[in-house]
């Protein structure tokens, strides 16, 4: 009978302990949500800031190196650049989570440019639909407006570029510069937000970011977790107590 109780105690000791462990871990889950949800608010409040600022004169290229995506990206600026005699590159899309008005699939174009002082900026200079041909760069010097944006990193499913026909799957400028032989790029391209050719191809336009905030429905998820493994516990445990006092 004494062995009994002790093994029937060190169960309940055991059972205690690891659901201390799961309601411990899943109430951690949920304050990490709220805090993700605190960080996504100030992220959200930075890129409308950054979006909706008038645009800026590009930092000068000795400055490139400190710009980051954390504190530069979707940034405004305005630029005055030539279009190289490049080979142009095209990154597929079935539509964008940036641009409303894309929504069918086609491709984004970046050429190159030339700045003022001799260094190359890449520019995406907008989006042409499947089976639409977009217009020739200008050839003399052009002012533009845009966001600065950092190479997209390829995913593990993403399709390897096809650079025989300039196509590419992920926003990869630095990628595009080597294959193409446009030779030192910035760290950064220039999304563009106009002008607009004459033909209309490629479309630039203003980005607008719309950034998922489901941080409140996970948090609260696992916190309602954690109070069903609890209730359970609870309930597991007076049944046991229960089966000991009946015995």
């Keep these: 009978m004494a062995a009994t109780t002790a093994g029937r105690r060190h169960g309940s000791f055991g059972m205690s302990a690891f659901t201390l462990v799961v309601i411990g871990l899943l109430i951690g889950l949920g304050v990490w949500q709220l805090q993700r949800r605190v960080e996504k608010h100030a992220?959200?409040?930075?890129?409308?800031?950054?979006?909706?600022?008038?645009p800026a004169a590009l930092p000068p290229s000795d400055q490139w190196q400190v710009l980051t995506p954390e504190h530069d990206e979707f940034r405004r600026v305005a630029i005055?650049?030539?279009?190289?005699?490049?080979?142009?590159?095209?990154?597929?899309a079935t539509g964008s989570a940036l641009r409303s008005d894309v929504t069918t699939?086609?491709?984004?174009?970046?050429?190159?440019?030339?700045?003022?002082?001799g260094t190359t900026l890449v520019v995406d200079r907008g989006f042409v639909p499947d089976g639409a041909k977009e217009a020739?760069?200008?050839r003399e010097p052009a002012t533009m407006t845009g966001y600065l944006r950092f190479p997209e990193k390829p995913g593990w499913i993403t399709p390897v570029p096809d650079?025989?026909?300039?196509?590419?799957?992920?926003?990869?400028?630095?990628?595009?510069?080597?294959?193409?032989?446009?030779?030192p790029v910035?760290?950064?391209?220039?999304?563009?937000?106009s002008p607009a050719p004459p033909s209309g191809l490629p479309k630039?336009?203003?980005?607008?970011?719309?950034?998922?905030?489901?941080?409140?429905?996970?948090?609260?998820?696992?916190?309602?977790?954690?109070?069903?493994?609890?209730?359970?516990?609870?309930v597991w445990l007076h049944g046991r107590k229960r089966g000991q006092t009946s015995t």
């Design 43 to 54: 992220l959200i409040a930075a890129l409308t800031d950054r979006l909706g600022a008038a």
């Design 80 to 92: 005055t650049a030539t279009f190289r005699e490049a080979p142009a590159a095209k990154v597929y």
């Design 105 to 117: 699939p086609g491709a984004f174009v970046f050429a190159p440019v030339t700045l003022a002082d």
């Design 136 to 138: 020739a760069p200008p």
């Design 163 to 183: 650079s025989g026909k300039r196509l590419w799957f992920a926003r990869d400028h630095i990628g595009m510069a080597g294959a193409l032989s446009w030779g």
């Design 186 to 193: 910035a760290p950064f391209y220039l999304d563009l937000e």
């Design 204 to 234: 630039p336009g203003p980005l607008d970011v719309h950034l998922k905030d489901d941080h409140l429905q996970y948090a609260i998820t696992w916190f309602g977790l954690a109070a069903a493994v609890a209730v359970a516990f609870a």
